[in-house]
Each structure stands twice: as C-alpha cells, then as structure tokens.
C-alpha cells in the first residue's frame, strides 16, 4: 500500500473487515448491506478497489486485511496534524481544550516524546476521552 490514505466508503468497509477478517466475501456483501446499506455490486467494486490498492486480498472468496487499522489511524493523524497544525503537536495539544489544565498538557506532551511512533494516535485519543468524559481539575 502506497498510503494509509482511505476515503470515508473505504474506511466504512474496512472497519467491517477488521472487525470480522477474515470473512467470507458472501458474508461481507449481508454485513455491508445490513451496516451500510450497499447493494451486492457496491461492495464487490468496493472489495475490487482496494485489491487492487493491496489494502485486501480476496484468495478463495475470503477476504483478509492486508493493512492494519493502526497504520491508516497514524496516517490519518499526521495528515491532520501537518495539515492543520504544520506539524506541530504543541499546537495541537494547545487547541483541543482551552479548560485541560497545565499538568495534564505537560503529562501528554511526556507520553508522546516516550511513544513518538504513535504520537499522533495517542493524543487523537486523549482529545476524544476528553471531549467524552471531560479533563475536571483537582
């Protein structure tokens, strides 16, 4: 795969191959139908396109990921980064949530220079677990 590039219909599909791979190509076409409402010829040109891109490989109507869904998340997650922050992660810790307290940034900022390979990953899920349960100062 060139890229972890995937456009929202790709990631909708892959999100169903990763969670039942490997799985039959009869069974993804009900899956697909009954989650995304696509007909038959939809998620057959679907699983074509990414054959092709090698994202899957379809051998004997089993259908398997050939990339990992933490590969297009920290794909995904640098692409917003450099595109909205020029790369900049202090900046983008900065901008999640103006009430996150300095400690809490300070503890982020140390968690991504330990795990810098998936830097953008983790603080994409810091952002959501705050704007779920909320960051409350003690």
């Known amino acids: 795969m060139e890229s972890?590039?995937?456009?929202?219909?790709?990631?909708?599909?892959?999100?169903?191959?990763?969670q039942h791979e490997p799985i039959n190509s009869t069974d993804l076409v009900k899956l697909c139908r009954e989650?995304?409402?696509?007909?038959?010829?939809?998620?057959?040109?679907?699983?074509?396109?990414?054959?092709?891109?090698g994202i899957v490989k379809n051998k004997n109507a089993v259908v398997s990921?050939?990339?990992?869904?933490?590969?297009?998340?920290?794909?995904?997650?640098?692409?917003?980064l450099e595109k909205a922050f020029d790369g900049s992660l202090p900046?983008?810790?900065a901008v999640?949530?103006?009430?996150?307290?300095?400690?809490?940034v300070a503890l982020a900022v140390m968690?991504?220079?330990?795990?810098l390979t998936d830097a953008a990953v983790i603080v994409m899920r810091l952002?959501?677990?705050?704007?779920?349960?909320?960051?409350?100062?003690r």
């Open 4 to 18: 972890g590039k995937l456009f929202d219909a790709e990631y909708r599909f892959m999100n169903l191959d990763w």
């Open 35 to 53: 989650e995304v409402g696509w007909k038959k010829s939809t998620t057959y040109s679907m699983l074509k396109r990414l054959s092709k891109r």
């Open 65 to 80: 990921a050939l990339t990992r869904r933490k590969q297009v998340q920290k794909y995904e997650s640098e692409a917003v």
């Open 91 to 93: 900046s983008f810790i």
């Open 96 to 104: 999640l949530n103006m009430s996150i307290s300095a400690s809490f």
């Open 111 to 115: 968690l991504i220079q330990l795990l």
């Open 127 to 137: 952002y959501h677990w705050n704007r779920k349960k909320g960051w409350q100062e």
